[in-house]
């Protein structure tokens, strides 16, 4: 590691302890814990609560190192958020238009020069984009959205890692940029039980049937070892849907726990959310959500969060 | 008073009623605009089918202002009318001086009638398919979906493999192959006379016109020739698009003169003025009587009588038709919500294709053999390329005709058109042993859920409940199964769902994040 990128990690895990050590009494007396299993890499994981999508996003960036620990100047960047549905944002079926804008601003002032946004929907695209207010949100912030409802706008890929996915037709845009940011946000899932930074991903491609035929699970996993990973996965948990998922029916679907979770690792951010989600549903649980092991298996990433550094944050 | 700046007023009103409705069949306008809707609805054959559905009122509207102003319908409002002025004109600027004149032509009496009757008796008896076939607005409709649409479509996807991150890529998906056939047919037909032979169309193959022509020929007001100013050059006849103008004769055929105005213009002495007729109509444009014929009042009220046993046989003409025992046999297909029934769709929808137009999700397309030979070009739903968005009632909002009434969203997300059947032996998660639940995923209502398999923990089975269902064929369309697992099954009347049910939620407040 370089000596400038230490000092400003350590500086930062001062703060972050200083900070968590002042706020968390607000917890029921109980504080956070902070796990820092080595202190001389950076943070792997942020797991934040209490707050604003803005200020929740602007927190836990600068644990994770700010954004430009993973944006580069002059990259082109993709910001994919979840925006299956035509839903209004209180419905928590998508992301967050609050977040998406303050990811695309924050990469933009990282340097990227350009920031590109889509989404592959399941209703239909225009209005999914319409109803999210994301589409509105990340032009305001100064994105590209870009098209994504014809299979022309997808091209053929291979996954030579994959078990039961082999191939895929993935979004031009995706597979043009630089680096890619993973934007889901958390949610219960009648297929896959429940939907995060994994199961993200058959937002990038044309073909979802085939996940469903070829053992969905095992297909969300091989997806994932698709070659050019998320530099950054952020899990929207501002408000989550914890029953009827992923479209949800009414606003009782839907709980607030103004949450965020950040991280490199994307089967780490998984793990945490799988767990913090099981909190509201106790049939979502790491066995039944059970592409979250097969990506460990595919070497993604952990899912013992006690091997990795966790900052957490809490009002 | 000028009477040719009636017709830059003509012009002007005509415009703003084509470019409207032409946008309201354009994919990218179709639904958008908020004042299309009534230009759609005082249109003939919509305002006609609307009688038995929704309102009277523009139909009654329709008929005063022919009573009053002469066929105006036919040069200010239909759009298959204003189309022909278009061609006419453009035709004019490839033309001669001498090609481009006009001249005094003897009706098609036979043909116009014949069309006419037959029309009238098929409505009569129930069958209001060949009126569909032959309104003049749904004609309209049809091209502009199909070839109006299909060109600007076809330029949209230029211009969007030119600048693909600003111009969006539309499918090609709502047209298909005899509906198109049909559009075209019509569409050279109406091109063709129109370029060489003016309103010919108008006045040998509408019925509407024939119609109106019946009304129109005692209007209150209609064009005239004044004597005293009238140096009889016979100018005005050879600008007479609808051939009807003798100007040897100083003879007006009312029954085919669309109001056009055209003749005023070209009257260097301004003799012809659009005056009251109903004092003069003895002595005025018969200056032969011998030689033409002028039938008289009888027709007009005969005309207006056979509209009204028209009006009244229909509702119970419909029973008796013979098309509908054979439907009977049938197994039914996915009519849009708002449309009450096959049958109620069949009686009042005039193919016109403005609810395939304001359609977002591209599912309905126009009929070929789905609803049989009475529904061909009619609005079938499919759920081969996607489905029916839960929060939207496009459709119902978009038609003229009352053929699908105009529900609210809440009605919408309440109305059956069709019951899901799972076919368990088809389904993934029996046949494979591994998760899938995209039906699950995609259900509105929730009429799918997924319940745990009782052998195998951890896996879930989709099990449905039809009284909730709404049969948006989200679950179909997505399902990945081949055969499919999940179909949504058309209910030929369709029905009220249930509400969903409400799952209540406490509000949870956690301490941690659980790790």
């Known amino acids: 590691m370089e000596r400038r990128n230490f000092i400003k990690t350590a500086v930062l895990g001062a703060v972050a302890g200083a900070v968590t050590l002042n706020t968390s009494s607000l917890i029921a007396g109980e504080k956070p814990e902070n796990n820092v299993v080595d202190k001389n890499k950076p943070v792997d994981l942020v797991a934040a609560m209490g707050w604003e999508p803005e200020e929740l996003y602007s927190k836990a960036i600068s644990q994770m190192g700010g954004m430009s620990r993973f944006i580069k100047k002059g990259q082109k960047v993709v910001v994919k958020p979840n925006i299956g549905w035509d839903k209004k944002p209180e419905f928590a079926a998508n992301v967050n238009p609050l977040l998406v804008a303050a990811i695309v601003k924050d990469c933009l002032k990282a340097g990227a020069s350009e920031v590109v946004v889509f989404d592959h929907s399941c209703d239909e695209c225009e209005a999914s984009y319409r109803s999210s207010g994301i589409e509105e949100a990340a032009k305001k912030a100064g994105a590209r959205v870009a098209f994504a409802h014809d299979e022309k706008y997808y091209k053929e890929v291979s996954i030579p890692d994959g078990i039961k996915l082999q191939k895929a037709k993935i979004h031009e845009a995706l597979l043009a940029c630089d680096a890619w940011i993973n934007v889901p946000i958390l949610k219960n899932h009648g297929g896959a039980k429940m939907t995060c930074a994994m199961k993200n991903y058959m937002g990038i491609v044309w073909d979802r049937g085939y996940f469903h035929t070829h053992n969905l699970q095992q297909s969300i996993a091989d997806i994932a070892t698709y070659v050019k990973r998320p530099v950054l996965n952020i899990v929207d948990a501002y408000r989550i849907m914890t029953q009827n998922g992923p479209k949800g029916k009414t606003l009782d679907d839907v709980q607030t726990p103004k949450a965020i979770f950040m991280s490199t690792d994307i089967v780490a951010v998984d793990t945490a959310a799988c767990k913090f989600l099981g909190q509201f549903n106790e049939k979502v649980n790491m066995d039944v959500v059970s592409h979250i092991k097969l990506g460990e298996e595919h070497h993604l990433g952990t899912t013992n969060l006690d091997a990795i550094n966790v900052v957490k944050l809490a009002k | ?367 070929i053999t789905e609803h049989g030979i009475d529904g061909f070009m009619m609005p079938v739903i499919t759920y081969k390329k996607h489905f029916c968005s839960y929060d939207c009632n496009a459709c119902s909002q978009a038609c003229p005709n009352g053929a699908l009434k105009h529900i609210s969203l809440e009605e919408k997300q309440l109305t059956q058109i069709g019951k899901v059947q799972f076919t368990a032996k088809n389904c993934i998660v029996f046949k494979e042993g591994t998760d899938c639940g995209a039906c699950d995923e995609h259900c509105p209502t929730k009429a799918i859920t997924m319940l745990p398999h009782k052998k195998k923990p951890g896996l879930y089975f989709p099990s449905v409940n039809k009284n909730i269902c709404i049969g948006c064929g989200g679950c179909e369309y997505v399902c990945p199964a081949s055969p499919k697992a999940m179909r949504v099954i058309p209910n030929e009347i369709h029905e009220a769902a249930q509400k969903p049910t409400v799952d209540k939620q406490e509000d949870i407040k956690v301490k941690d994040f659980g790790f």
């Open chain 2, 1 to 367: 008073m000028k009477w040719k700046n009636v017709r830059v007023l003509r012009i002007v009103i005509a415009l703003i009623f084509f470019a409207t409705i032409t946008l309201s069949f354009l994919f990218f306008s179709a639904g958008k605009l908020p004042f299309s809707h009534l230009l759609d609805t005082i249109q003939f054959g919509p305002a006609f089918m609307a009688v038995f559905v929704g309102s009277a009122l523009p139909f009654i509207a329709l008929l005063l202002l022919t009573i009053i102003c002469g066929r105006v319908y036919c040069s200010f409002i239909c759009p298959l009318g204003i189309w022909q002025d278009i061609v006419i004109w453009i035709a004019a600027r490839f033309k001669s001086k001498q090609q481009r004149r006009f001249k005094y032509r003897k009706p098609n009496v036979i043909l116009r009638f014949g069309i006419l009757i037959i029309i009238a008796l098929c409505l009569i008896i129930g069958i209001s398919y060949p009126f569909a076939l032959f309104d003049p607005y749904s004609i309209y409709g049809r091209i502009a979906t199909n070839i109006f649409n299909g060109a600007v479509q076809g330029i949209n996807n230029g211009l969007s493999s030119i600048f693909p991150a600003s111009v969006s890529y539309m499918a090609f998906s709502n047209i298909t192959v005899w509906t198109f056939v049909v559009a075209s047919a019509f569409f050279c037909l109406v091109t063709i006379l129109s370029a060489f032979w003016g309103r010919m169309y108008c006045n040998t193959v509408c019925p509407v016109g024939c119609f109106l022509g019946l009304i129109g020929e005692h209007a209150m007001f209609r064009l005239q020739v004044n004597e005293s100013k009238c140096k009889e050059c016979g100018l005005c006849g050879l600008y007479c698009k609808s051939e009807c103008l003798d100007s040897k004769n100083k003879y007006i055929d009312y029954s085919r003169c669309v109001v056009c105005f055209d003749c005023a213009k070209s009257c260097r002495e301004g003799a012809l003025e659009y005056r009251f007729a109903w004092k003069k109509s003895k002595t005025q444009n018969s200056l032969e009587k011998g030689k033409i014929q002028n039938p008289g009042r009888r027709d007009a009220i005969f005309a207006l009588g056979t509209m009204g046993a028209i009006l009244a046989s229909r509702k119970w003409g419909r029973k008796i038709h013979p098309a509908k025992a054979a439907e009977e046999e049938k197994e039914g297909s996915l009519i849009p919500p708002g449309a009450v029934s096959i049958d109620h769709l069949k009686e009042h929808c005039t193919a016109c294709q403005a609810c395939i137009a304001a359609c977002p999700s591209k599912i309905i397309h126009p009929s």
